[in-house]
């Protein structure tokens, strides 16, 4: 297993974490400087952020820098209820893989969408098998795009209780059982991204991290769970404050081969957002070293 | 399956439901008189709620009034950082069989426990695979008893968002394998409550629901999904109002021979605890016909 401890070479920032400093909105180009000025050498910047500022600048930033990009964050959202919004969604998870790609991310991120309307506060329907079934056509059909332009794709398992409105794929052994259908292969052009926020109460999480091996195994992403968590989206904790352990779930995606960058995502409205975005990333540098 | 849109003889009330009426905690015998009154015959009532009326009171009054008990809250709580605290939950596991003897349950309801300390705001460790090898040797003791005192224990998996601080026991997968393993023969001691808002999400359900079988499905509970939900423990939703397809969930419990009671637990400080508590119970017997 690797020693962190020394320095932060293999801390990624997801680009998220300082979404916001004292409550307001970053940019990008400052959150890339900030970073960049404390010598990490990796982000995972958000499609909205990088939109936001043009994605050839971002592009030439990025470059200009020597960054590089653990992920890119996100295609998905594949369930609708109809045609048009199946294509639409299609269309859409191209335009993904294609800025992905334009930027170097080493994976497009795809957080595959729960029942269509309910993250709009009214879903559509109840029939969660349903939505599974388009997720898995919906990542297929993506699929066959992606292995042409490269760019391999991270299905990212969402802790259960975003089931409903983010994401039906919710465990290891789902996202793994869509990989072994569409690349028996093993050829990594697709895998999973493991977030520990999402999967750390998993009674099968290790198993199903050596189910995955190196080769599906594309990105690592920590933050923690708080005791309380006081709201199911926004209160992810930093490394160290809540309950995961995050070594040991390490220590088992890197017996697996797994050399990648460990990506910090933290949506926190309460504390870190509300904090000086400096003081956040070097908060994360310490935990990297400490907690991860 | 069972058609409930006529009466409503397969409805039960968990007293919680109703702990409040316009925000004031109701006794428990004024709970038990508002569901007579509407003719419901069976309810599942609390360990604080009993006592702080008498047990032997509320027993008098249950059978007084010919009420069913489709299941005793809670047993469970088995993890602690010592063994004084790992003898205190066994002997408290002991009285809560006792109780719910004398009361005439169907089943014990058993809640495991989390990381210890964490339900305080502070887990004394991060080791989740310690935690849930002290739940299974938890359960072993307490089925000794519950053997002898001829009380099922109903294991209840919780949602994977309780791991840390309320149960460690989050798939049906895991609370069945822990039953396969204390009674391989399925004599009835222990089994599963089977609570929707648990479980609607795993993608194992519908065949760990067949695995269970009916001599291991003691309870089923009904609530529904709110989106979004804003409240990580006291925000479920009345059957009907969320995005659980309860009906499809009890076909396969049914479908398993199951014939026990539908039982509503919701915990709902902004909403139902708000309104007055006969016209909480009223929309239960509504929704039992319409949209369980």
Redesign the interface.
Known sequence: MRDFSQDHRWLSINTATVRKSRGVEVPLPDIIEACVKRGIRAISPWRDQVAAVGLSKVSKLVKAHGLELSGYCRGGMFTATDEAGLKAAHEDNRRAVDEAFELGAKCLVLVVGG?PG??Q???AH???ALA?AQVDEGIERTLEYARAARMPLAIEPL???Y???RA?V??M??ALDICERLDPGRTGTIGVAVDVYHV????RLEQQIARAGKLRLLAFHVCD?L????D?LNDRGMMGD????IRRIRGWVEAQGFEGYSEVEIFSTGNWWQREAGETLDTCIERHKTAV
């Open positions: 029942l309910a993250l506060g009214k879903a109840k029939n969660i599974r802790h259960p209780m089931a409903a409105d039906c919710n465990t052994e789902q750390w109460w998993d009674p769970w005791t309380p968590t006081t199911l809540g309950v995961i352990d």
